[in-house]
């Protein structure tokens, strides 16, 4: 079956870097468009960034000049790297998979906390 393992949250001070990690099994990743989504405490869950099959990539505006996301393919895996981090970051953050022309249902990893603060 398919499954998202993400990896690389913690605890960090402002301004510092995390970079998350997703690694895909059981699907043709390069048939899916891939996601970081977050959610903090109280709030609903909302979208940080995309990285679709043909590699274009987008970002809420609140990240935007601060995370990158990026794919490798070979690697099955899709990364966030997140810098100058604030407080307001502070969220459990997922990886989501979406097929291409939606002949599956959307797939989501099990999330990895990333905490903000001094």
């Known amino acids: 079956q398919v499954q998202l393992v993400e990896s690389g949250g913690g605890l960090v001070q402002p301004g510092g870097s995390l970079r998350l990690s997703c690694t895909a099994s059981?699907?043709?990743?390069?048939?899916?468009?891939m996601g970081w989504y977050r959610q903090a405490p109280g709030k609903q869950r909302e979208l940080v960034a995309t990285?679709?099959?043909?590699?274009?990539?987008n970002y809420a505006d609140f990240v935007k000049g601060r995370f990158t996301i990026s794919r490798d393919n070979a690697k099955n895996t899709v990364y966030l790297q997140m810098n100058s981090l604030k407080p307001e970051d502070t969220a459990v953050y997922f990886c989501?998979?979406?097929?291409?022309?939606?002949?599956?249902?959307?797939?989501w990893g099990q999330g990895t906390q990333v905490t903000v603060s001094s």
């Open positions: 989501n998979a979406k097929h291409t022309l939606g002949l599956t249902p959307p797939y």
């Open positions: 059981g699907m043709i990743f390069s048939i899916y468009n």
């Open positions: 990285a679709i099959s043909g590699g274009n990539t």
